[in-house]
C-alpha cells in the first residue's frame, strides 16, 4: 500500500551512489535553480537529457522510478491544465465551450510541466542513490559553516536523522496496526467521510503511544552509550571528496553555461 | 469451518528491487476443530500465511478457501467482513493495538464493527474478560495503565468478543514472562477443548507445538516443507535441524540419556509426565519405550 519511490534508498553500486553526498546534494540544488533558465525547447530538451543521463548512469531500473512517480501524477496533471486552461497569448488552437486553449498557453504548459517533472526525477534520484544516513551527514558539513553563528546544525542534522530511520518503522508500524484493527472489524476504506474519520481514531491512538514509547527508548539507548552531543564527536565514517564529485560539479556548471547561451 | 490452501504464492513488492517472494506454491489443508501449530525460521512466511486466512493480504496467485467463503487474487473489491468475522486473528504483541478510554470499551471495538448491539457487546466483552482471567477491577481503566501481561489479555479478549469460529494466534507468547505464558496458553487450550474453536497458532517454541497441538507444519523460506501430527514432525530431527529448527526439550533430554547409557534413541515424547515414565522404564531396565 505504500508504494512511494520517493524519499526511497536503493542500494545499488553506480558512480551516482559512490559519490559524495555533498556533491550530489550541492548538484540538486544547482539544478533546481538552474531549472528555472529553461524557458525554450532547446534548453527543455537539454534539462530531459541530462535527467535521462542522470538514471542511466543510477542503474536504477526506470520503470521502476516512474511507476513511484504514478503518485505524484495528479499535482503534475492539475498543473498542466491550470496553465493551458488560463494562459492566453498567441493563435487560439482550440474552443470549446468555455475553454479556450491558446498557443502560447500549450507551450508554457508543457514547459512548466516538464520543469516540475525534471525537478521531482533529480530530487528522487538523489535520494534513491544516497542513503539518509549520508544524506544528514553531507547536510551537516556543508552547513558546519552556520555553527559560527550558533545556529544548532548537529542537533538539526541528528533530529532529521532520526526522522528519516523512523519513517520506514513507522510505516511497518501503522501497515501492522491498520490490519490488527481490520482484523477486528474496522474499515478504513469504504463508507461516509464521517465513518472513515473515525475509523482513524483506533489507528492513531495506538500509533502515537508507540511512537513516543521509542523516542523514549531511543533517548535512554542514546544516553547508555554515551552520546553527548555533538562536541568532541568523532565520525565513523569520513566523508571522501573525490576526483568524480569534482567532476560532477564541473558538469553542472557546464549544463548551466549551455542553458544560459541556449536560452531565448 | 475447514481452510484450505490452493497453490497459493505471495510476492512482496512485485517488479520492484524489493521483491521477495514469502510464500511459494503452498498446499494445506486444515481441518476444522483442529488445533495446529504452525513452525519455521524468522521469515521463512509464516506470518504472511496466517494473514491469508482473513484476508489481510491476497495471494499474488492460487487461492485459499475458508468454509464457503474464497479469497484469491483480484483487484475488485470483496466484502471481507463476512470471512473476518469468523476468523479472528491475534497479531504478535496485540497490546499495540488497544486505543480506547477503558478497557471494556476496546474490547467493544470488535464486536460493535460488526454490527453487534451495544448492550450485547459490552455484555460479551465482560464474558471474554473474565474468560482470560482479568479481574473485574480493571474494566474501567484506561488499557494503557495495565502492566504488559495483562494488556495483551485485553486485546485476546477484544478478538475472542467477535465469537470467531477460528482464532489465529501470531506468537501469542512473545515478551511473557514464565507464568503468563503458562496461562496463555492455557487459555487457547481450554478454548480449543471446551468450545471447539479451530485454533492455528504461529510459534517459535517446539515445546508448545508439540504439547499442544494436534497437527504442526513446518516452512522454510516460503516453502511448506513438512505437516503431520506433532510425533511424525518431530521424529524426523534431522531436516528439522537443517533448517535451523529443533526438537523438544523433552526430546533433547531424552536423547542425551539414551546416548549416555548406549541405549537406542526413543520415539517422540513431548510431556513432562511422559518423559518422567520414560526416565523411569529405563531406570528399572527395561526397554526405554514402555
Given at each position: 500500500?505504500?508504494?512511494?519511490?520517493?524519499?526511497?534508498?536503493?542500494?545499488?553500486?553506480?558512480?551516482?551512489?559512490?559519490?559524495?553526498?555533498?556533491?550530489?546534494?550541492?548538484?540538486?540544488?544547482?539544478?533546481?535553480?538552474?531549472?528555472?533558465?529553461?524557458?525554450?525547447?532547446?534548453?527543455?530538451?537539454?534539462?530531459?537529457?541530462?535527467?535521462?543521463?542522470?538514471?542511466?548512469?543510477?542503474?536504477?531500473?526506470?520503470?521502476?522510478?516512474?511507476?513511484?512517480?504514478?503518485?505524484?501524477?495528479?499535482?503534475?496533471?492539475?498543473?498542466?491544465?491550470?496553465?493551458?486552461?488560463?494562459t492566453g497569448g498567441g493563435p487560439l488552437l482550440l474552443h470549446i465551450g468555455w475553454v479556450r486553449i491558446y498557443q502560447n498557453g500549450l507551450i508554457q504548459s508543457i514547459f512548466i510541466t516538464n520543469r516540475i517533472l525534471v525537478i521531482i526525477v533529480m530530487t528522487t534520484l538523489l535520494t534513491l542513490t544516497t542513503s539518509p544516513m549520508e544524506i544528514t551527514d553531507g547536510m551537516e558539513t556543508l552547513l558546519n559553516p552556520l555553527k559560527k553563528i550558533k545556529v544548532p546544525v548537529h542537533e538539526f542534522a541528528l533530529m532529521m536523522a532520526i526522522s528519516l530511520r523512523f519513517i520506514p518503522t513507522l510505516l511497518e508500524e501503522t501497515e501492522k496496526i491498520i490490519k490488527a484493527q481490520a482484523a477486528?472489524?474496522?474499515?478504513?476504506?469504504?463508507?461516509?467521510?464521517?465513518?472513515?474519520?473515525?475509523?482513524?481514531?483506533?489507528?492513531?491512538?495506538?500509533?502515537?503511544?508507540?511512537?513516543?514509547?521509542?523516542?523514549?527508548?531511543?533517548?535512554?539507548?542514546?544516553?547508555?552509550?554515551?552520546?553527548?552531543?555533538?562536541?568532541?564527536?568523532?565520525?565513523?565514517?569520513?566523508?571522501?571528496w573525490k576526483r568524480r564529485d569534482t567532476l560532477l560539479l564541473l558538469t553542472m556548471g557546464l549544463l548551466t553555461v549551455a542553458l544560459i547561451l541556449a536560452r531565448l | 469451518m475447514?481452510?484450505?490452501?490452493?497453490?497459493?504464492?505471495?510476492?512482496?513488492?512485485?517488479?520492484?528491487?524489493?521483491?521477495?517472494?514469502?510464500?511459494?506454491?503452498?498446499?494445506?489443508?486444515?481441518?476444522?476443530?483442529?488445533?495446529?501449530?504452525?513452525?519455521?525460521?524468522?521469515?521463512s512466511g509464516k506470518s504472511t500465511l496466517v494473514q491469508h486466512i482473513n484476508g489481510l493480504l491476497r495471494p499474488t496467485s492460487g487461492l485459499i478457501t475458508a468454509g464457503d467463503l474464497k479469497i484469491q487474487a483480484q483487484k475488485k473489491k470483496q466484502d471481507l467482513k463476512p470471512l473476518r468475522r469468523k476468523i479472528g486473528l491475534v497479531f504478535q504483541y496485540p497490546e499495540h493495538q488497544l486505543f480506547e478510554e477503558t478497557v471494556i470499551k476496546d474490547v467493544c471495538f470488535g464486536p460493535m464493527n460488526f454490527g453487534v448491539p451495544s448492550a450485547e457487546a459490552t455484555k460479551r466483552a465482560e464474558e471474554c474478560l473474565s474468560l482470560v482471567g482479568l479481574p473485574s477491577q480493571f474494566w474501567h481503566q484506561s488499557p494503557f495503565d495495565l502492566s504488559g501481561g495483562q494488556m495483551r489479555r485485553v486485546a485476546i479478549a477484544g478478538v475472542l468478543a467477535v465469537n470467531p469460529e477460528v482464532v489465529i494466534l501470531d506468537e501469542p507468547t512473545a515478551g511473557l514472562?514464565?507464568?503468563?505464558?503458562?496461562?496463555?496458553?492455557?487459555?487457547?487450550?481450554?478454548?480449543?477443548?471446551?468450545?471447539?474453536?479451530?485454533?492455528?497458532?504461529?510459534?517459535?517454541?517446539?515445546?508448545?507445538?508439540?504439547t499442544l497441538s494436534d497437527e504442526v507444519v513446518v516452512m522454510d523460506s516460503g516453502r511448506l516443507v513438512m505437516s503431520g501430527t506433532p510425533e511424525q514432525i518431530f521424529s524426523r530431527d534431522r531436516e528439522l535441524r537443517k533448517i535451523g529448527l529443533d526438537v523438544p526439550e523433552t526430546m533433547l533430554f531424552l536423547d542425551s540419556?539414551?546416548?549416555?547409557?548406549?541405549?537406542?534413541?526413543?520415539?517422540?515424547?513431548?510431556?513432562?509426565?511422559?518423559?518422567?515414565?520414560?526416565?523411569?522404564g529405563l531406570m528399572n531396565g527395561g526397554a526405554a519405550d514402555v
Open positions: 500500500m505504500f508504494n512511494l519511490v520517493i524519499g526511497q534508498y536503493v542500494p545499488l553500486d553506480s558512480v551516482i551512489h559512490r559519490m559524495d553526498p555533498r556533491s550530489k546534494l550541492i548538484s540538486v540544488f544547482m539544478f533546481v535553480v538552474i531549472v528555472f533558465l529553461a524557458n525554450n525547447w532547446l534548453t527543455n530538451v537539454l534539462l530531459i537529457l541530462f535527467c535521462l543521463g542522470g538514471i542511466l548512469t543510477s542503474k536504477i531500473s526506470p520503470a521502476f522510478l516512474f511507476r513511484g512517480l504514478r503518485s505524484i501524477l495528479i499535482i503534475v496533471l492539475l498543473t498542466f491544465f491550470l496553465n493551458l486552461f488560463f477486528r472489524g474496522s474499515d478504513f476504506t469504504s463508507g461516509s467521510l464521517k465513518s472513515r474519520m473515525k475509523a482513524i481514531v483506533p489507528l492513531l491512538v495506538p500509533l502515537f503511544v508507540s511512537a513516543f514509547k521509542r523516542a523514549e527508548d531511543l533517548a535512554m539507548a542514546m544516553e547508555a552509550r554515551g552520546y553527548h552531543g555533538d562536541f568532541g564527536r568523532t565520525r565513523l565514517h569520513k566523508l571522501v | 475447514d481452510i484450505t490452501f490452493h497453490n497459493v504464492t505471495h510476492v512482496y513488492h512485485p517488479k520492484t528491487p524489493f521483491e521477495r517472494t514469502a510464500l511459494d506454491r503452498i498446499n494445506l489443508r486444515i481441518r476444522s476443530g483442529s488445533f495446529t501449530s504452525i513452525i519455521g525460521h524468522t521469515g514472562d514464565p507464568s503468563g505464558r503458562k496461562e496463555i496458553l492455557n487459555l487457547f487450550k481450554k478454548l480449543h477443548q471446551e468450545m471447539n474453536l479451530t485454533i492455528i497458532m504461529v510459534t517459535h517454541n517446539m515445546g508448545d507445538a508439540a540419556l539414551t546416548d549416555k547409557f548406549d541405549q537406542p534413541r526413543m520415539t517422540p515424547v513431548f510431556s513432562l509426565k511422559g518423559t518422567a515414565d520414560r526416565i523411569a
